[in-house]
RNA sequence: GCGCUUGUAGCUCAGCUGGAUAGAGUAUCGGCCUCCGAAGCCGAAGGCCAUGGGUUCGAAUCCCAUCAAGCGCGCCA
């Protein structure tokens, strides 16, 4: 629609350019948005406003000419200049009501778009290392990246979901060696567990997996484990260089082999309840990415060497660093250490390598706000290996707070207490917890209250999109009981029937939805859905307290149905895009039966 | 100290690439069930868009400064 009235304009300015009021030269920038007040018709461009400058003219004298020269429309039913030099274009009620039909025959396909011209890219999201489960922290980005993928793909996008498995460094050792420290203790060996190491319970429950399956084979003494083991920081010392110490001893005493398998099974364990809390989170992947395959496959190299190719490597202090401050970084970064390993910045590196070479076009990251302090890095990295900087996307997420009973509920991973994510979603509920976490703009700071979340209550936005879905679908029952089948010929021929206010603005709001997906997709902002779909919401729930869709009549009836079967597949579908689900029924007992 | 992000109603937040009278929810107050589900609807009240400058036809939006909050600044991952 928006096409046709630039249609309609750029013909208009064609003409007013032929008759020489217009200079040959101008080539305005035509614009259309949908406008917020209803008043303010339909669509309105400020294409006046703009040409006030480049013509020197007052801007309604510039609207009236252009209204002067417009071409009849069958869609438009006036066009008004309105405040400082504003066209705003009605549209026929008839053509309002065919969106109806749109949307009846399209289904779930409505509101897709070519946005995003089928390009290929990864949206890589949550990467948490899996050193431990989930917690709320991983939810706002899992929850973000999962609904903007599923936007990404209604426009035009060909999406690749991709969780980053860092299962190659450090912080793995320590946890292998966590596990093993526990697995000693349940053989009955005196330990003393590391301040530094991986406290939770669950290393334990790994520990005892081992036992079972390896049965005494692991024990070695007290004397051997601690064997110039440097002291822990709760005994005077450091604990980085206490923990590094047992690591090696770690290795050393176990063999590549052995230590190789506790690695591996608390490696597994712990992935795979990764993926069955994300999984219970209604979040999918299309692939999980080994940062391990980087370092046994050459792209690491290959891709220093790339770096190195165009002299933007060089040694310092026995390193080796890449000149990222040639690329608008801050200061140079480390890519081999001293000791010969490879930083976790090689490895991003390669693996940016890696997407491009994988033939995608683009990758997204998704990145919780303290990791901000890589966007220049990543970008310089794509740059110095010729990847164009713009391909590349990074996207921050910003924290959250819980906030229970009025109070923000502290959580470190010092103290060991943090909410983790599975437990809340037990303790909300997907819906409530998914939609919690985007229906606010990612680059905001968001107080996720529990409460409210857990309160079945018109407070609670998701209930209330999801009680005007199980609202429409209670008619539809309700209806057929009665004997009186919807007839989708009928509604569709009595469309013109739908002339009451309430309808109409209901229409106007089921026309917007495939231009918020679009800018959605555009913004990277799921929340402008959530926040669309609790208007649409809202307008159905004013329209079914204003009027009766079962009347007697037959044709007003079907008009109705059809418009409310409108709004109920764009809801159930909007839902779903955010990961929620669409009941049928807002009544527990019902609500069990869904799931 | 430097850098990134943020500051909008009592509270939680929208406000698209600068546009028309700055909007929701919640809390508060007042109405609406003999009628398809009241987890709903209708109405009232609530604002120096942090502060001070600048850019222009026009600024919550862009620029600068100040104040305040969060985060980051390792040969950690």
Redesign the pocket.
């Known amino acids: 629609m928006i096409k046709h009235l630039q249609e309609l304009l750029e013909k208009a300015v064609e003409d007013l350019q032929r008759k020489g009021i217009f200079p040959k030269d101008l080539a305005p920038n035509i ?1 259309f ?1 949908r ?3 209803k ?2 018709g339909d669509f ?1 461009t ?1 294409m006046a ?2 040409l ?2 480049p013509l020197s003219k007052p801007p309604r004298e510039i609207a009236q000419l252009i209204i002067d020269e417009l071409i009849e429309s069958s869609h438009v039913a006036k066009v008004e200049i ?3 030099g ?1 066209l ?1 274009f009605f549209l026929t009620e008839n053509c309002r009501r065919q969106v109806i039909k749109q949307v009846l025959k399209l289904r779930d396909k409505f509101g897709d778009n070519q946005f995003g011209n089928d390009k290929k890219i990864t949206v890589e999201f949550v990467s948490a ?1 899996p050193t431990g489960p989930l917690h709320v922290g991983h939810g706002r980005g899992a929850a973000y990246g999962a609904s903007l993928s599923n936007i990404l793909e209604k426009s035009g996008y060909q999406v690749q979901r991709e969780y980053y498995v ?1 299962d ?4 793995m050792d320590i946890l292998a060696t966590s596990v093993w420290l526990r697995y000693l203790e349940l053989c009955g060996e005196k330990v003393v567990f590391p301040d530094n190491g991986y406290q939770g319970d669950y290393i334990v429950n790994i520990a005892r997996k081992v036992r079972k399956k390896y049965g005494d084979k692991f024990i070695f003494n007290n004397q051997e484990v601690y064997e110039a083991v440097p002291a822990d920081e709760k005994d005077g010392g450091n604990k ?1 260089s206490h923990i590094d110490g047992l690591v090696t001893n770690a290795k050393n005493l176990l063999g590549k082999e052995s230590y190789g398998k506790v690695f591996k099974i608390a490696l597994k364990n712990i992935l795979s309840g990764i993926k069955e809390d994300l999984e219970k989170f209604n979040v999918s992947y299309d692939s999980w990415f080994s940062e391990k395959q980087l370092h046994d496959g050459d792209t690491i190299d290959r891709a220093l060497e790339l770096l190195d190719d165009k002299k933007y490597l060089y040694e ?4 080796i660093w890449f000149m990222a401050t040639h690329f608008g970084d801050e ?1 140079d970064r ?1 890519v081999t ?3 010969g ?1 490879k ?2 910045f090689a490895s991003d590196i390669a693996y940016l390598l890696n997407k491009f070479e994988r033939g995608f076009e683009g990758a997204l990251y998704v990145f919780g ?5 890589y966007i220049a890095r990543l970008k310089a990295a794509a740059k110095g290996m010729g990847i164009n900087p713009n391909d590349i996307e990074i996207v921050l997420t ?2 959250a707070n819980l906030i229970e009973h009025g109070e923000k509920v502290q959580m470190g991973t010092r103290s060991g207490k943090f909410v983790s994510l599975s437990q809340l979603v037990d303790d909300v509920g997907v819906d409530a917890a998914r939609f919690f976490y985007v229906m ?2 990612h ?5 996720f209250d529990l409460d409210l979340a857990k309160s ?4 609670n ?1 998701v ?2 999109i999801q ?1 005007a879905h ?2 429409i679908c ?2 539809f029952d ?1 209806l057929e009981q009665q004997a009186m089948h919807h007839n989708l010929e009928i509604g569709n021929a009595g469309l013109n029937l739908l002339v009451a206010d309430q309808e109409q603005d209901l229409l106007r709001a089921i026309a917007s939805y495939p231009e918020v997906m679009v ?1 959605a997709a555009r ?1 990277r ?1 799921p ?2 859905l959530a ?1 669309y779909l ?1 208007e649409l919401a ?1 307008n159905y ?2 329209y ?7 009347v007697d009549d037959e044709n007003l009836r079907n008009a109705r149905l059809n418009l409310s079967l409108a709004t109920k597949i764009i809801l159930a579908n909007g839902l779903k895009l955010l990961g929620a689900s669409a009941p049928v ?4 007992e ?2 069990k039966e869904q799931a």
């Open positions: 614009s948005e406008t917020r007040n008043d303010h309105a400020n406003l703009t006030a400058k309105a405040g400082p504003f705003n290392n860092n190659n460094g450090r912080q980085e310092k202090d026995g390193a200061k480390v250490r001293e000791n390993q930083t976790y706000a303290d990791h901000h302090g910003q924290f606010r703009s680059d905001q700071h968001l107080d079945q209550s018109s407070d936005p209930y209330y009680y199980a609202r209670s008619i309700k800018a913004t902002a929340h402008l926040n609790r809202q729930h004013s079914y307290n204003a009027h009766q869709v079962g029924s807002m009544f527990s019902d609500m």
